[in-house]
């Protein structure tokens, strides 16, 4: 079982339609579900991969519908706990290329309040963190402790930090500090762009821990920096982009759940892999984000349109 901790919360995203209404006119919004954790969740659920969300919801209607759409996809729900706060909201600003923008309605929401679970499911093979839930307080410091209690237990641990610098007050300390989880971290995924606002390089975080970081490069595709010094790329897949939404979550459950088909959710495993095993692994995830970018709105495939 893959676990993936950290926040869920409800997209407020565009409708596409010119707002009606003449000059200053406000363009109608519709709530999607969302927040990285979430979406990678829900996407291992949908590739057929044995997945838990590790989380806090809200007790409102939008918590609820949140709930709802892991049980769809098959996702067990047993490590989420509940609070009576409202949802954290994002809005999002469509660009014309389909890139997404966000501003964050975070402050005393129910996510914001999770605490350092219990014991995970003996059948937990790997934990998954990332984006908002890792910068927040109080539930941050409970996140970071859940990555290294899980570490130091030998868990596969899978990073993507999807840095938001707007919910950053302090970039230099939040640089530091996500250079203290590198020891914790069996495989960082990062964009190109969230590479360029921490600073360092493959190399330098290979050092400090991981045994493989994966680098996406938008419509370039995705790269992969071994500890053992292979490097491995794959182009993206053409498609009509409708919105990059949870391209890069979808990401990081393609990786997973190819790893674990290479018997490679191990700490030590995927730096020991070889380029055939990554191309297959790369390709395979860049596939899963392309047809993510294809529709609107953090919507990932299913197995069944990837080929199993």
């Not at 590739?47 to 989380?55: I, Q, R, T």
């Not at 606002?197 to 920096?225: F, K, M, Q």
Request: proline content about 8%; overall charge negative.
């Amino acid at each position: 079982m893959i676990v993936v901790a950290g926040e869920a919360l409800i997209d407020l995203v565009p409708d596409g339609t010119a707002p009606a209404g003449g000059p200053g006119a406000l363009p109608a919004l519709l709530p999607r579900r969302g927040g990285g954790p979430y979406n990678t969740a829900i996407a291992l659920g949908r590739l057929g991969a044995p997945a838990a969300f590790c989380s806090r919801v809200s007790a409102d209607g939008f918590g609820e519908a949140l709930l709802e759409g892991l049980r769809a996809a098959g996702v067990d729900v047993s490590l989420v706990r509940r609070g009576p706060e409202p949802t954290t909201l994002a809005v999002a600003d469509i660009a014309a290329d389909g890139s997404a923008g966000y501003r964050f309605y975070a402050q005393g929401t129910a996510d914001r309040l999770f605490e350092l679970p219990g014991p995970l499911p003996e059948a937990a093979g790997a934990l998954s963190l990332g984006t908002c839930s890792l910068v927040l307080e109080p539930g941050a410091s409970a996140y970071e402790a859940l990555l290294r209690r899980e570490a130091e237990r030998g868990l596969f641990t899978a990073l993507d930090p999807n840095v938001r610098p707007g919910l950053i007050p302090d970039a230099a300390a939040y640089r530091a500090r996500f250079r203290s989880w590198l020891p914790y971290v069996t495989l960082l995924k990062l964009s190109a762009e969230d590479a360029g606002w921490l600073g360092g390089s493959p190399e330098e975080w290979l050092a400090a821990g991981p045994a493989a970081v994966v680098v996406t490069h938008g419509d370039r595709g995705l790269t992969v920096h071994t500890r053992t010094g292979g490097t491995h790329q794959v182009p993206a897949e053409r498609v009509a982009v409708a919105d990059t939404i949870g391209a890069g979550d979808t990401v990081n459950a393609a990786l997973l759940h190819r790893l674990a088909a290479h018997d490679a959710l191990t700490p030590g495993a995927p730096a020991e892999l070889d380029g055939a095993a990554w191309h297959d692994i790369l390709t395979y995830a860049a596939r899963a984000a392309a047809l993510t970018c294809s529709r609107a709105g953090a919507e990932p495939p299913h197995a069944a349109e990837l080929g199993g």
